[in-house]
């Protein structure tokens, strides 16, 4: 009993110093991609973005199913890779793609890190934050800090 309550308040004056990091956190995502192809289609091409590898986060594509050629290829702008499929002429309605990510995510500190750049606070139109994405995003980091 001793060993519990000494064990307990150990943890709380490490959390109490601010000397408590947290820790990584791991999940592996499948992702599907469904494309209706169009009748009489001649050739389809598709990108999937890979999520990037920073200094917070590491990516591993652990599998691809697909049924049609594909290869990775990077973005010439950002850098950020992205699986490239190309079909010719396929018989099929709908292509399939299955993909398997290990995703691992390290706790950011900001107040250590650069500042960021003017191109990385620009709008670009792209992120839709509303009522549903706040919702999700309390759920999925509640007590994380």
Request: proline share 9%; net charge neutral; hydrophobic share 40%.
């Amino acid at each position: 009993m001793l060993l519990g309550v000494v064990c307990a308040a150990a943890v709380l004056v490490a959390y109490s110093n601010g000397t408590h990091q947290p820790r990584p956190r791991t999940v592996e995502l499948d992702e599907t991609v469904l494309v209706a192809v169009p009748v009489h289609a001649g050739e389809i091409h598709l990108w999937i973005p890979k999520p990037p590898n920073l200094g917070e986060q590491s990516v591993k594509l652990l599998e691809v199913q697909s049924p049609v050629p594909y290869r990775m290829t990077a973005d010439p702008e950002f850098g950020n890779e992205t699986l490239f499929l190309r079909a010719r002429e396929p018989r099929a309605r709908i292509i399939e793609v299955r993909l398997r990510y290990r995703i691992t995510r390290k706790p950011q500190d900001i107040s250590k890190g650069e500042a960021p750049s003017a191109a990385d606070l620009e709008p670009r139109g792209l992120l839709a934050i509303n009522d549903e994405i706040r919702r999700i995003s309390r759920e999925q980091t509640e007590g994380l800090l």
